[in-house]
């Protein structure tokens, strides 16, 4: 079958195969799909000076990371983009997938029509760097949630199963479909069917145009060939665009593209057929040797060298004369000349098509599947790893002897008041401290893998968000329920069912708390590191200054008395300490010193109006726990998908 040509060509076929009201798994293999990218230079802005300016004050640099790249690309094909470190390759990427950061000039066409997010969302799937897969879930269970998220809301389970297994078996991975993926810890399936997997997951929604960034980089040589075999293998048998980005690949690997684009500093070398390339550059003079890899040779051959000054100049001069030689060739102008000729037909037609495609684009599995995808995906992970479920349920428990030991049973003389403070102050501090080393320790994973899922347009953070609290929900009922109970009644707080259940209450909140805001710390800052120290900063210090349990907030200066308003501690130590204080009958000693003969006297003097205002506490830090949780997702939204490897 011929090239599409005409705007009025393009195969609607094809775009009804994806439309929901059609069979979404049409294979549609025989309709040609084209992809042409003209003139297509990028800019980033760096801001360069010292840090200490900030990022306000330093100066903006503009960056040509691409300039002028053109190229064209047909459904059977797999080429490959080469080049050293930094030539542009990743940005040619993502320029291609919409999905660039900077200033992107010239065109980008599916199927000769200008592309848009929407169109390049619809048609292509991107295959980052790294895998960001769950390590406890097996293969085919990685594969079958992702096809929940993936595929139309009407897609049945034999649908998802049939799916799942077939791209199982396109990629390779039937003997290892119920082997768990592994992590750092527990040993899972290889690097290369970690990859592999990574791949299955795009091939899901059935793309025409599959773009790869670095597939075979940390595989050894033999896994990087199956692996290329494999994607070539789709391209040809399937009838898909496979267009990936790859550094020096062997001369076995070589062999197996289509075509070859070798971009050096931004600018196109060559861009042609795999088998033209060594009579291109012999031409201009640079014969690949007898028993050379080309491709090590034409990439070194396209590489400025900075060893030193005068090398640096040579292999620049290089570099330019390449550049402009390829510019200035036939193979060159054939490109542009084709991509010009076929897009510049009538655009009805194309219009047409626009409003067709954006009238059948997939439609997402929908809110209620999505959470409930999720949720049975994050449950299904924290239970297959004894860890991580361990430290969610008992890790709260842990600070129980401690407490006991320490404290022992409380009495109802004069020092048991202050062991009672120290008791209330640890109780609202520890549960949040807790919940905050639990997120850090278990959060990340499942951060990094919605990234992945949400720059693929999968589902929103708020889906995401919803779906953790969900499923931490039970083990924080659980961990605390379990705190509350032993700590209340071995160190002897008031025994009445009311009190304990004010105070379980409270230790519930507060270690959801915990968790949420470190989530929104998680939220702003990639590191784990900062964000356990800044969630630890922000937990102690505000516990420090607004419970009132080491030092009366009334004494404290007026900034620090208003600021305590916009404190959890502030509603959480009332609570704590009018559940405790009022009616509690205390001991005086016999010399006649000064002494609390109730705990009702200390809650006049730190908490006057504590036990009256028991009732708007509660709803308080019930308040303060939603307005963070609606925090949480704004900076997720506001702080949108880092840019990613
Ligand atoms: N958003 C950005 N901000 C600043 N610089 C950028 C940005 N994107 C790309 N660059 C710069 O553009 C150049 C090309 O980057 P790119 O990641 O595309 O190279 P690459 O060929 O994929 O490299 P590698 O093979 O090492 O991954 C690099 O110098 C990089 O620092």
Excluded at 166 to 184: P, Q, T, Y
Aim: hydrophobic share 40%; charged share 20%.
């Amino acid at each position: 079958m011929e090239t599409t040509t005409s705007a009025f060509d393009i195969p609607v076929n094809y775009i009804l195969g994806r439309c929901t009201l059609g069979n979404w798994d049409d294979d549609d293999e025989q309709a040609d799909t084209t992809l042409s990218v003209l003139n297509v230079s990028y800019v980033v802005k760096e801001r360069v000076g010292p840090w200490w300016k900030g990022a306000c004050l330093r100066r903006i640099k503009h960056k040509i990371v691409l300039r002028d790249v053109s190229m064209h690309m047909k459904s059977g094909q797999i080429t490959a983009i080469l080049g050293g470190s930094g030539s542009g390759k990743t940005s040619l990427l993502d320029c291609i997938a919409s999905r660039a950061s900077g200033t992107v000039s010239g065109k980008v066409y599916y199927n000769n029509m200008e592309c848009t997010k929407d169109i390049a969302q619809t048609f292509t799937s991107y295959v980052m760097q790294a895998d960001r897969l769950l390590p406890n879930l097996t293969v085919r269970e990685t594969l079958r949630y992702s096809a929940q998220l993936r595929l139309p809301g009407h897609a049945s389970k034999f649908d998802i199963e049939e799916k799942v297994s077939k791209v199982i078996i396109e990629m390779g991975l039937r003997n290892v479909a119920d082997s768990r993926i592994g992590g750092s810890i527990v040993r899972g399936i290889s690097g290369g069917e970690k990859r592999r997997v990574t791949i299955a997951i795009q091939l899901l929604q059935n793309p025409k145009i599959l773009l790869l960034d670095e597939p075979t980089s940390g595989l050894d040589s033999f896994t990087a060939r199956s692996l290329i075999s494999s994607l070539a293998s789709l391209a040809h048998n399937n009838g898909k665009i496979v267009l990936l980005t790859i550094h020096q690949p062997r001369s076995e690997i070589f062999k197996m593209f289509d075509q070859i684009a070798l971009i050096s500093r931004g600018q196109m070398v060559y861009f042609g057929r795999t088998d033209q390339i060594v009579t291109y550059f012999s031409d201009l003079g640079h014969r690949c040797p007898t028993y050379t890899n080309p491709s090590d040779y034409f990439v070194d051959l396209a590489s400025v060298d900075r060893r030193n000054t005068e090398i640096q100049e040579e292999t620049s001069e290089r570099v330019k004369e390449l550049s402009s030689a390829y510019s200035n060739s036939t193979l060159h102008k054939d490109v542009v000349y084709q991509i010009i000729e076929d897009t510049m037909k009538p655009t009805t037609g194309r219009q047409l098509i626009t409003q067709k495609i954006n009238y059948y684009r997939p439609q997402k599995s929908g809110f209620f599947r999505s959470l409930f995808t999720l949720l049975g995906r994050m449950t299904l992970n924290v239970f297959r790893d004894r860890t991580s479920y361990i430290s969610r349920i008992f890790l709260l428990s842990l600070f129980v002897p401690f407490i006991c030991v320490f404290l022992g049973h409380l009495g109802k003389n004069q020092t048991s008041l202050q062991d009672r403070i120290g008791l209330l102050y640890q109780s609202s501090q520890v549960p949040p401290y807790v919940a905050a080393l639990n997120a850090v320790g278990l959060f990340p994973p499942l951060r990094d893998l919605y990234y992945r899922e949400c720059s693929d347009g999968l589902y929103s953070p708020t889906t995401f968000l919803l779906a953790y609290v969900l499923h931490i929900l039970p083990f924080t009922i659980l961990s605390s329920s379990i705190f509350s109970s032993v700590v209340y009644w071995v160190t002897g707080l008031q025994p009445m069912t009311q009190n304990f259940v004010h105070f379980s209450s409270l230790i519930f909140v507060m270690h959801f708390f915990g968790e949420i805001m470190c989530v929104l710390v998680m939220g702003a800052f990639m590191n784990p590191v900062l964000a356990t120290s800044t969630s630890g900063l922000i937990l102690s210090s505000s516990g420090l200054m607004a419970s009132g349990f080491l030092r009366n907030v009334d004494k404290m200066l007026p900034i620090f008395q208003w600021l305590a308003w916009g404190n959890i501690f502030k509603y959480a130590g009332e609570i704590l300490a009018a559940n405790e204080f009022h009616n509690l009958e205390l001991t005086c000693g016999k010399n006649g010193t000064f002494c609390f003969p109730d705990g009702d006297t200390y809650l006049n003097l730190v908490y006057p109006d504590a036990v009256e205002n028991m009732t708007r506490n509660f709803w308080a830090v019930g308040g303060f726990t939603t307005a963070l949780f609606i925090c949480v997702i704004v900076v997720f939204k506001l702080r949108g998908i880092p840019n990613l490897s």
